[in-house]
């Protein structure tokens, strides 16, 4: 009977194992093109217990904690999973993404830096980010995010903070929670004044402040030099296109020297000329074999 049962439970294993082999397949090959197609595959695994939400879940957390350009793709496999409920445990997705969106936060959020505590990636910090984006997570969520890069005030969190903010800070920013986004930006105020990062992140973190005064609007940033110099080349290239039009119209059509002078200038399209103003002109073409080659245009007859 034992054998029996530890025979099952190796063949549930393996089972789990086959499963999750394809759930990292679908992760490595997720991108916003073929999003939808690989969420039908990702629907038609058997996911039937709460090890495999569990794990799933992982997988995501550590994709995203490797690829933070992709978070987006993986927070919105993360709300398509959230309806995804296990009937035998009475577990859902969302449930287990809660509790460990939590733990990311728990044991980080009454130690000082100087205590060695594990903060969360910051591909993790961007997938909460998501998440809170597409009402998967609460706003307090998205507070704990703030507070843990505003502790860690390293370049790259404070980067990174920098890069959420101006995305969710107006909602973050309602009347109820201003003291406390008060609170935040003092502490960035503080940063800058006292230079405790590189100079290139504290101009980063003094656009952070501008755009709070400015009421979330992002400014209207100048032109650059080297989109004034495209516009020269292309004006340039407009009036060289303009000035050989014009030389054409200056011409007479294709010179014929077998045809009359006076044949070529009436066929050209350009009106008689009066005989008063008509004067003799001479053009010596030479040529590298000392060949010259004179025209003379007589004056026309009425």
């Not at 793709?73 to 993360?78: G, K, L, V």
């Not at 959020?109 to 505590?117: F, V």
């Not at 903070?161 to 800070?169: D, E, Q």
């Not at 060289?240 to 044949?263: C, I, L």
């Amino acid at each position: 009977m034992e054998s029996a049962c530890s025979g099952e439970a190796t063949e549930e294993e393996v089972k789990t194992q086959e499963v999750l082999r394809q759930v990292q397949a679908i992760l490595d090959k997720l991108t916003p093109h073929n999003f939808n197609d690989l969420m039908k595959q990702l629907s038609a695994l058997e996911i039937t217990t709460e090890a495999r939400l569990r794990s799933i879940m992982e997988l995501i957390f550590d994709k995203a904690a490797l690829a933070q350009n992709d978070c987006a793709s993986y927070a919105r496999m993360c709300y398509h999973l959230t309806t995804l409920s296990v009937a035998s445990d009475h577990v859902n997705f969302h449930k287990l993404l809660l509790r460990r969106c939590q733990s990311e936060f728990a044991n980080n959020q009454n130690k000082e830096p100087s205590q060695n505590a594990r903060r969360p990636s910051l591909g993790n910090l961007k997938l909460i980010s998501e998440l809170c984006s597409l009402q998967v997570l609460e706003e307090a969520m998205m507070h704990d995010c703030v507070v843990s890069l505003l502790k860690a005030q390293d370049e790259e969190s404070l980067e990174c903070l920098c890069k959420l903010l101006p995305r969710f800070g107006k909602d973050l920013d309602a009347e109820e929670a201003k003291p406390q986004m008060d609170q935040y930006f003092d502490n960035i105020t503080h940063i800058v004044q006292e230079r405790k990062t590189s100079p290139r992140t504290c101009l980063i973190l003094k656009d952070l402040l501008d755009l709070r005064k400015n009421n979330w609007v992002p400014p209207q940033h100048p032109i650059t030099l080297s989109q004034i110099h495209e516009e020269e080349d292309l004006k340039g290239n407009n009036r060289t296109g303009v000035a050989e039009e014009r030389g054409k119209m200056m011409m007479y059509g294709e010179p014929n020297w077998s045809r009359h002078p006076q044949e070529t200038m009436e066929t050209s399209g350009f009106k008689e000329v009066p005989m008063e103003t008509v004067a003799v002109t001479q053009v010596t073409l030479k040529t590298d074999t000392s060949c010259s080659l004179s025209i003379i245009d007589e004056g026309l007859t009425r």
